[in-house]
C-alpha cells in the first residue's frame, strides 16, 4: 500500500502537537494545498506563506468548539463509513512524499487491502448545500488530491456528516493530469518558500490578517515615499469609496421603505423572506471608565477578579 510514499511520523507521535507542528512547517499538507491554489476561505497563500517561513505562529484551533467536535467524531464517521461501504480502515500518521520530500499527508485513515485513503468530514446543516447533486467543495477536492500525490493512490474516499443527520460519501478516482497540475503549483509555491519570495497580495481576509501579525510589533515613527505603482491605489480606493457610498445610500432606500410599509407593525412577511423592525430588549450598562476615575479600589478588585479586560490597541490602516 502506497509505494510512493513513506512514513515520518506515528499516530503516536503525532499526537505531540509541538512535534507535529515542526514537521507540518516542513512541507506541504494536504489542508494547506486548497489555501495555496485560493480555494479555501478561511486561508489564503499569503497566511500559509507567512507560516511555512516562520514569520507567523499558526492559529491554535484545537480549542475552538467546531475542531472539538469533529475530532470527537472522526472515529464515528469513519465506523459509519465501514458500515455504509463494507470496507475496512485504519489510521497511518503523517507520510512523505519519495518524489517531492516537501509533500506531506496526513490521512484521516487509509482503505485495508486497497490502495486508496479516506477523508473525514463533519459539517452543519448550513453545509449540505456545498454537497448537492454529488458536489464535493472545491478545497476538499484539492486536499485529496494532494493525498493521492503523495501516495500514488489509486482513489480517495470522502465521508462527511452533515448537520448530525445526514451522512454523503463521495469518491474521487486518480487523474493524473490534475494531479500533475496541482504538483505543478504547489512546487512553486514551495520556491517562493524557500526563497523567501512572498505571494501576491490579495483581496482575502487572511491576507490581512496574516499582514497584521507579521508586522504588530516592530514599526518604526517614520516615514516614507510610496512609489507611482503604490500612489496609485489612492485614486482606486476613491473609486471603491464612491460605489461602496452609492450601495449604502441604495440600501438605506431600501430599509427606509420597509420601515414606512411596516409603520406600526413588527414583522412583515413575503413568500420565505421576512422583515422585522423591533425594538431591542433594555440592557443596562457599567461604565468602567468613570468607576476607574471615582472608585480606583473597586476598579482593581475587578480587574483582579478577571472581570476587566484590557486589550492592546491595534495598528490601524487609514487612507485619508
Not at 491554489?37 to 497563500?45: C, I, R, Y
Request: glycine letters at 8%.
Amino acid at each position: 500500500m502506497f509505494n510512493d510514499c513513506k512514513q515520518i511520523m506515528t499516530v503516536r507521535e503525532m499526537e505531540n502537537r509541538k512535534n507535529w507542528l515542526s514537521v507540518r512547517a516542513q512541507g506541504i499538507g494536504g489542508s494547506d494545498a486548497g489555501a495555496i491554489l485560493g480555494l479555501n476561505k478561511f486561508k489564503g497563500p499569503m497566511a500559509v506563506y507567512l507560516e511555512k517561513t516562520g514569520q507567523v505562529e499558526p492559529e491554535d484551533i484545537s480549542k475552538k468548539p467546531a475542531v472539538i467536535a469533529g475530532q470527537m467524531l472522526e472515529p464515528v464517521v469513519a465506523r459509519m463509513f465501514e458500515k455504509d461501504t463494507g470496507k475496512k480502515v485504519r489510521r497511518m500518521g503523517t507520510l512523505q512524499s519519495l518524489a517531492n520530500p516537501w509533500m506531506h499527508a496526513n490521512p484521516d485513515r487509509v482503505i485495508i487491502g486497497e490502495n486508496a485513503g479516506l477523508e473525514i468530514k463533519t459539517g452543519g446543516a448550513w453545509s449540505k448545500g456545498l454537497w448537492a447533486d454529488d458536489n464535493i467543495p472545491d478545497s476538499y477536492y484539492i486536499q485529496c488530491l494532494h493525498y493521492m500525490a503523495v501516495t500514488g493512490a489509486d482513489r480517495w474516499y470522502i465521508a462527511a456528516w452533515l448537520g448530525g443527520q445526514d451522512f454523503v460519501t463521495r469518491t474521487i478516482d486518480r487523474r493524473e493530469d490534475e494531479i500533475n497540475e496541482l504538483i505543478k503549483e504547489e512546487a512553486k509555491f514551495w520556491d517562493r518558500v524557500q526563497n523567501r519570495q512572498p505571494p501576491e497580495v490579495d483581496g482575502s481576509f487572511s491576507c490581512g490578517e496574516g499582514l497584521k501579525q507579521l508586522y504588530k510589533d516592530e514599526f518604526h515613527d517614520s516615514e516614507i515615499e510610496l512609489s507611482e505603482e503604490v500612489g496609485q491605489l489612492f485614486d482606486e480606493y476613491d473609486n471603491i469609496q464612491k460605489l461602496i457610498k452609492a450601495d449604502k445610500a441604495h440600501e438605506q432606500e431600501i430599509k427606509n421603505q420597509f420601515m414606512a410599509t411596516l409603520q406600526n407593525h413588527q414583522v412583515g412577511w413575503y413568500g420565505t423572506r421576512r422583515v422585522t423592525w423591533k425594538a431591542p430588549k433594555p440592557s443596562e450598562g457599567i461604565c468602567l471608565s468613570e468607576i476607574k476615575k471615582e472608585a480606583p479600589d473597586l476598579y482593581e478588585a475587578l480587574k483582579k477578579r478577571g472581570l476587566v479586560h484590557e486589550r492592546t490597541a491595534e495598528r490601524r490602516l487609514r487612507i485619508y
